[in-house]
């Protein structure tokens, strides 16, 4: 059984749009590109046929991959978090201990993950160490270098 993932009503919707564009786009267009290449004649030979038939295969793949998500996708009604420690959908401000620097994160389901943005998966390794935490307490996170501590300042919703 695929593992429930977690998304904004407008995450579940870009992550369908694009469910639809390769089902309904992309797919016609390496059919096609398979029918020109087998038109040309010799198959044993025919090197495009070969990459076309890769091209449908991978993308096959990735049609697959993305009809998972999408069964095991889940809306969360924020209404009903906890606004008290940290959840899948909170915005956290965190404080490094080293360093001093602050950071706001949301925490979304990885295909939402956009650091640029300020999105981080709740798979990553900083994801993962605030999961559960409340403000105050301290993060203790394991990155390659070692481990880094994050006090948590402030836990809000959008």
Wanted: hydrophobic fraction near 35%; charged fraction near 30%; charge should be negative.
């Amino acid at each position: 059984m695929s593992k429930v993932n977690y998304y904004t009503a407008e995450g579940l919707k870009k992550l369908k749009d694009e469910l639809d564009q390769l089902r309904d786009v992309e797919r016609p267009k390496a059919s096609q590109a398979i029918a020109e290449a087998r038109d040309k004649g010799d198959l044993s030979e025919n090197a495009e046929y070969d990459a076309a038939k890769e091209a449908q295969g991978m993308l096959e793949m990735r049609i697959s991959q993305m009809e998972e998500l999408v069964s095991s996708a889940r809306i969360i009604d924020e209404s009903q978090l906890d606004t008290s420690k940290v959840l899948v959908h909170s915005r956290v401000k965190i404080k490094n201990q080293i360093n001093g620097m602050e950071m706001t994160y949301k925490l979304v389901a990885q295909n939402e993950a956009d650091v640029k943005t300020g999105k981080i998966s709740v798979d990553s390794p900083i994801g993962r160490g605030l999961l559960g935490l409340k403000v105050g307490e301290v993060a203790e996170i394991q990155v390659p270098s070692g481990i880094m501590k994050f006090d948590i300042i402030e836990i809000t919703r959008d």
